[in-house]
């Protein structure tokens, strides 16, 4: 299965841009970079996701390298609710007997 | 409801009995996924139900632990002579096709 590597922990200030990276060397062609995070005593919550082009929604965006190993989550103005556990998966294009699978994560720390 | 649906939210058992935790997932959601979350550490996948196939039960670390999906809505995890080893937070997903997960909030099992 392709995996995905992430830093423990990072920190931020409120307010400023966070971005959380994501390598995936061993990607496929037809793999989906999905984003979730877990705030404290909640079950994990899907940001985004994308394939190949850079993608914005209302939560963060999403870069994605030109060759496709690596991704960056963007918290554009981080606040204290950002603060969570960022998973980085990657998901097939056909999802028939796809089982998500999490790592650890990124623990972000937001600072007031 | 609008959600994926956990209960109870806390169960604290004592060593040896057994305990029964249920998730109602998303009307129409296909597939439906059990993890387990021990403090402080990532999701570990215990079981898969996906539509009238056989559930994948390859994640499921001892015969203490089983499940059932019954009418391909509401699924019951059930562990038996239950061990402190146990004690985690036990997480519910459910999918439909070829999208995200949707998790619940979890049950927080402390077993004493």
């Known amino acids: 299965d392709a995996k995905t590597t992430q830093p423990n922990s990072m920190e931020s200030n409120e307010e400023e841009p966070v971005h959380l990276p994501c390598n995936h060397s061993?990607?496929?062609?037809?793999?989906?970079i999905h984003w979730y995070r877990q705030l404290p005593s909640q079950g994990p919550e899907y940001v985004i996701h994308?394939?190949?082009s850079n993608v914005n929604n209302r939560m963060a965006s999403l870069a994605i390298a030109e060759d496709r190993k690596s991704s960056t989550l963007i918290l554009h103005r981080a606040t204290l609710r950002d603060a969570a556990v960022y998973y980085c998966?990657?998901?097939?294009?056909?999802?028939?007997?796809?089982?998500?699978?999490f790592g650890r994560g990124t623990s972000l720390i937001v600072h007031p | 409801g609008a959600g994926v649906s956990q209960s109870p939210s806390n169960k604290v058992t004592e060593k040896g009995k057994d305990v029964e935790l249920r998730c109602d997932p998303i009307s129409g959601h296909t597939a439906l996924y059990w993890y387990r979350q021990s403090l402080g550490q990532g999701l570990e996948f215990l079981i898969y139900?996906?539509?009238?196939?056989?559930?994948?039960k390859s994640g499921l670390p001892s015969d203490r632990f089983s499940a059932e999906r019954t009418g391909g809505s509401v699924s019951t995890l059930t562990i038996q002579r239950t061990q402190q080893e146990d004690s985690a937070v036990y997480l519910c997903?459910?999918?439909?096709?070829?999208?995200?997960?949707?998790f619940g909030q979890g049950t927080r099992l402390t077993v004493v």
């Open positions: 139900f996906q539509g009238n196939s056989a559930p994948d």
């Open positions: 998966i990657l998901s097939p294009l056909h999802m028939g007997s796809y089982i998500p699978t």
């Open positions: 061993t990607i496929s062609g037809t793999d989906y």
């Open positions: 994308g394939l190949t």
């Open positions: 997903a459910s999918r439909p096709p070829n999208t995200e997960a949707f």
